[in-house]
């Protein structure tokens, strides 16, 4: 397959698009992951969402 | 009917939660499978006849672009639940979309530049369709600030809400330019009246990467969405951690005023 005189372009705007939606993938799941953990931290700390208590816990 | 009824079901956070959770490694596989075939088809087609090779750009330029409108789409529409129905994910629906949104826009405009350069001789043209797409990005960059901002969650969603409503009267400028105004852009030549001119051999990977790229949308989107659900969960214990730390010192010092005024600062 050849791509032309213009290959860089080609090649330069493919690249780009996989790294852009990479990083937005990556950024995503570390998101996720910081939000969990956080929930948990606190969560451990004794502090939980009403939802999430039995309600012999909800005075 | 139905669709009321799941709308009004998924209201419910911790049920959306559960959903995202069995439907996300699904639409990613799917995505991925899509995506790949998408990447092999662009890699086979044909060289245009003036174009040469870089009419490869458009298989991944064309669906950035139709993904930077759509995105802004579903933001109004869901500006519209946090206005109208006051539905408890139409803002988190938003807030998640706008940095994938932008990220789209931003694709599309370095891809039709590098398309361009070798196309029409310039990265850059001040023609209706660049600068409304531009306006575009920059309304995206300037709807995440609002929301980061705004330090109130549901403030923020209203007047992000209405800046999204407002924005989306540049949604058909974008789409209409090229036949309003006679400039460098081409026009439309996939979604027209009259069908499409474009060759089958050029259309089939482009719409395979449109529906590739959309479900990488969806995908991302309600990810996203999930951590925006976190992220106020967390906001929300953290203000109870901070109310349980003042009413515990209130208990040491007798001053229940001044541990509220605490409480409030702190969250």
Redesign the interface.
């Known amino acids: 397959?050849?791509?032309?005189?213009?290959?860089s372009?080609?090649v330069?705007?493919?690249a780009?698009?996989a790294a852009?939606?990479l990083?937005?993938?990556v950024w995503?799941?570390a998101?996720?992951r910081r939000?969990?953990a956080?929930?948990k931290e606190?969560?451990a700390?004794g502090?939980?969402?009403r939802?999430g208590r039995s309600p012999a816990d909800i005075r | 009917m139905k669709l009321t009824e799941t709308l009004t079901d998924l209201a419910n956070p911790t049920r959306f939660l559960a959903l995202t959770a069995r439907i996300l490694p699904w639409l990613a596989g799917v995505t991925a499978v899509l995506l790949a075939i998408g990447i092999y088809q662009s890699a086979m087609a044909p060289d245009d006849y003036q174009q040469g090779a870089t009419v490869k750009i458009m298989f991944i330029h064309v669906p950035n672009a139709w993904l930077s409108m759509f995105v802004w789409g579903v933001m109004s529409v869901a500006a519209l639940g946090t206005l109208v129905w006051r539905h408890p994910l139409a803002d988190v629906a938003a807030k998640a979309a706008a940095p994938i949104g932008a990220a789209f826009t931003f694709l599309a405009l370095v891809t039709g530049s590098l398309w361009g350069r070798p196309m029409w001789g310039t990265y850059w043209e001040w023609d209706a369709r660049l600068t409304s797409v531009l306006i575009l990005f920059l309304m995206y960059l300037g709807l995440m600030a609002l929301w980061r901002a705004v330090e109130d969650p549901s403030r923020a969603a209203r007047a992000a809400a209405v800046l999204t409503l407002v924005g989306a009267i540049n949604i058909p400028i974008i789409k209409f330019s090229v036949d309003w105004w006679n400039t460098l852009h081409q026009p439309a030549s996939v979604l027209r009246m009259g069908g499409s001119t474009l060759d089958k051999a050029f259309l089939w990977p482009l719409l395979v990467m449109a529906i590739a790229f959309s479900l990488l949308f969806i995908t991302l989107h309600l990810a996203a969405m999930r951590n925006e659900i976190l992220r106020r969960r967390v906001r929300s214990l953290q203000m109870m951690q901070a109310n349980r730390i003042a009413f515990s010192s209130d208990v040491g010092t007798g001053s229940r005023e001044e541990s509220a005024s605490k409480s409030i600062g702190a969250a």
């Open positions: 397959m050849s791509l032309g005189p213009y290959a372009f080609i330069t705007s493919y780009l698009v852009v939606v990083l937005l993938i995503i799941i998101d996720y939000q969990q956080r929930l606190i969560e700390s502090i939980t969402r939802s």
